[in-house]
């Protein structure tokens, strides 16, 4: 059997297992969440394991002024940290136990809206509307994971930090109605402030200002640019000739996919001048090894976004989702 043959029947098997989000909670009284993305003056506490597949606690709680992502997770689980309170060591027991060393290592994580944060959660300081997100995950291939998909329509609807940078929804031509229908998705979530571009109409400025969605094949300039530099910016995937190569938590293949195969990964933004740690603005690949893979990545994202719950990153395949790493 071919290694793409091989590669299709694991993604099929891990599509029927991990699609949507987890329903194998660990939290006795989690049926008290009222879900993700909730706005007004609630902020949304997300904790879970090995890259979001496993929910151990969501939790929707009212933000006073001044509370900090910390507080907020201390509200509502019991936390353990170190050095001086910077921290997070251990959330509801998960973290003590941990004991790897180089590329088995475990350790917490939180992303603010997608983004991650650029301080620790003792100084970020907690917004309505936001989505806080812990992981536990292994760390020893990427330290540094700058933006995840999970939280959609976060960070186009709420931003970092209080600020709402616009969305840029860039495509090519062939992708026209994609574009337009992720445009619909992302105004219907309550992202006021979006514009759609063709790749040769977008401009310097808003690349390094804007939240991005690009809608193309990897040959596409930006997509390609961000495929070069697919190890300083995060990703667990990236194409190489027509193929889309998968990578596991530890940085190892994990699979080869051909055709008809999409794929949906962000970063923050590589064009921010100040860099993909500024904690501004993030941006989006959609795309695939052909057009009907880029198709069925922007079908997932326009109207089947509940299946990117809490993921890093998915890989499509006739509307089937998988989350990667």
């Not at 329509?153 to 940078?165: D, N």
């Not at 337009?180 to 790749?199: F, M």
């Not at 193309?216 to 961000?226: H, K, Q, R, T």
């Not at 055709?259 to 989006?284: D, F, R, S």
């Amino acid at each position: 059997m071919g290694k793409l043959t091989i590669a299709s029947a694991i993604i099929t098997l891990l599509a029927m297992v991990l699609s949507g989000c987890s329903t194998s909670l660990t939290s006795a009284d989690n049926d008290e969440s009222t879900g993700a993305g909730s706005t007004g003056e609630t902020a949304t506490i997300e904790v879970t394991r090995n890259f979001g597949r496993e929910l151990i606690l969501e939790r929707d709680i009212p933000v006073e002024p001044g509370t900090t992502a910390l507080e907020a997770l201390q509200s509502v689980a019991t936390v353990e940290t170190q050095y001086g309170g910077g921290f997070v060591s251990s959330i509801n027991g998960v973290g003590s136990e941990n004991s790897g060393t180089g590329r088995e290592k475990k350790d917490w994580f939180f992303h603010i809206n997608g983004i991650a944060g650029n301080t620790g959660a003792g100084d970020y300081i907690l917004r309505p509307g936001d989505s806080e997100h812990w992981d536990y995950r292994e760390w020893g291939y990427h330290q540094f994971v700058p933006a995840v998909i999970g939280d959609f329509p976060q960070p186009f609807l709420s931003g970092y930090r209080g600020e709402r940078r616009p969305t840029a929804l860039v495509y090519e031509d062939a992708f026209a109605g994609e574009a337009e229908d992720v445009v619909t998705a992302l105004k219907k979530s309550g992202v006021a402030e979006v514009t759609a571009y063709r790749i040769d109409e977008f401009g310097d400025e808003d690349r390094e200002n804007s939240n991005i969605i690009i809608i193309g094949l990897p040959s596409n300039a930006l997509i390609a640019e961000m495929n070069g530099l697919h190890r300083k910016l995060g990703f667990y995937a990236f194409f190489a000739r027509d193929e889309l190569t998968v990578l596991d938590a530890a940085g190892e293949a994990a699979g080869i996919f051909g055709a008809g195969y999409g794929l949906i990964q962000a970063t923050q933004n590589p064009w921010n001048p100040k860099g993909t740690g500024a904690g501004e603005n993030a941006a989006w690949m959609v795309t695939g090894t052909d057009a009907d893979g880029v198709r069925s990545a922007a079908r997932v994202l326009s109207g089947h976004a509940d299946k990117l719950c809490k993921a890093f990153a998915v890989i499509v395949y006739d509307d089937a989702v998988t989350k990667i790493p």
